[in-house]
């Protein structure tokens, strides 16, 4: 194998002291134009790496941010990482991205290579599963920031950035019912999780302002997968008698249950008018399109990545951020639309 090339290596091919090779390489002013040309000339010659791991531990700083997501596959999410990359990258920082894959056991194994790494601030949303804060505690006893996003944990020391899911599904359910539908059925996530519960409590909401009883057995809890949403259209077609709307917590499983609810013959929107959750690219391939709603992960990602360089870079107190709402939309497309007077 190749030896590593050091300063002392350069130093010796160039008959000059270790310490001028080290000034040269980071462009110190008492070095000379000219040495500091052929230093960095002779360092790339000879291979020279520079050894940022033993100059991070020397400033107890890594200039690297953790993230954390539940799944990479996921068009949100790569649009959130863009949002995030393009801040940190622009303030000299880099990113080290794990996926959770959706379980505590792997976010916590993840948190803990972060924390081996020696990040200077982790990102967050948090997998579907998660019950503890514990895999997050170290970072706070190291006065690491820890940021959740979307997926958000509620911790004193931690700031959160989401959007109002409450009133999103409370509006998305509104519209079902203004569009003449009476018995809606609402798909949804693991109620551990802000996003999941929220949605769910903002569909009772807006059932009791339109003085429609909430029917517990009209409520399906999934994974929120296609595949999870292709069944729940079996439940869906054993109900007596059908559901004239469907709510589901995310696009992905909207449309897995769609299809397979035209397969049986079902008309969308006019037997059961749906709406799903997040403007997924599939939501306006489907036939018909989906009305969803829509909040944009780039914003969000770089909502996050702007406190933590904040933080970072200024000190500035992140409990003066504590919650962060973003702007979300309804998009009303004709999944639901049975009466175009009223969108």
């Not at 997968?225 to 589901?248: C, H, N, Q, R, Y």
């Not at 609810?261 to 037997?271: A, T």
């Amino acid at each position: 194998m190749q030896k590593e090339i050091t300063i002392y290596d350069i130093a010796a091919k160039l008959n000059i002291s270790a310490a001028t090779v080290s000034r040269g390489l980071k462009d110190h002013p008492r070095v000379s134009k000219a040495t500091k040309k052929l230093i960095v000339k002779t360092a790339d010659e000879m291979g020279y790496r520079s050894n940022s791991f033993a100059s991070n531990l020397r400033k107890k700083q890594s200039n690297v941010i953790g993230v954390i997501v539940p799944r990479l596959n996921s068009n949100f999410m790569a649009d959130v990482l863009a949002g995030i990359e393009k801040v940190v990258n622009n303030n000299n920082y880099n990113l080290f991205i794990s996926q959770s894959l959706e379980t505590m056991k792997k976010e916590a194994s993840n948190a803990k290579a972060m924390l081996n790494n020696r990040v200077d601030g982790l990102l967050v949303s948090v997998a579907y599963d998660t019950t503890s804060f514990d895999h997050f505690e170290p970072f706070i006893k190291r006065n690491i920031p820890v940021i959740f996003f979307d997926r958000v944990f509620d911790h004193a020391m931690c700031p959160q950035i989401y959007i109002d899911n409450y009133k999103a599904a409370f509006d998305i359910t509104n519209h079902l019912i203004k569009q003449g539908c009476k018995k809606i059925v609402h798909i949804g996530g693991n109620q551990l999780r802000n996003v999941y519960s929220e949605r769910f409590q903002g569909y009772k909401k807006a059932l009791e302002e339109n003085h429609i009883e909430f029917d517990n057995s009209l409520v399906i809890i999934n994974d929120l997968t296609s595949e999870a949403g292709a069944e729940a259209a079996g439940e869906i077609l054993k109900m007596d008698p059908l559901p004239d709307g469907l709510f589901v917590a995310n696009d992905i499983c909207a449309v897995g249950c769609m299809q397979a609810l035209k397969k049986e013959g079902i008309n969308i929107p006019d037997d059961i008018a749906v709406a799903g959750f997040n403007n997924d690219p599939t939501a306006t391939v489907i036939e018909p399109p989906l009305t969803t709603v829509n909040y944009k992960g780039h914003e969000m990602g770089e909502a996050a990545a702007k406190l933590m360089i904040n933080y970072l870079l200024d000190k500035q107190d992140l409990q003066q951020t504590h919650g962060l709402i973003l702007r979300s939309e309804l998009i009303i497309r004709e999944s639901s639309l049975r009466d175009k007077s009223k969108q």
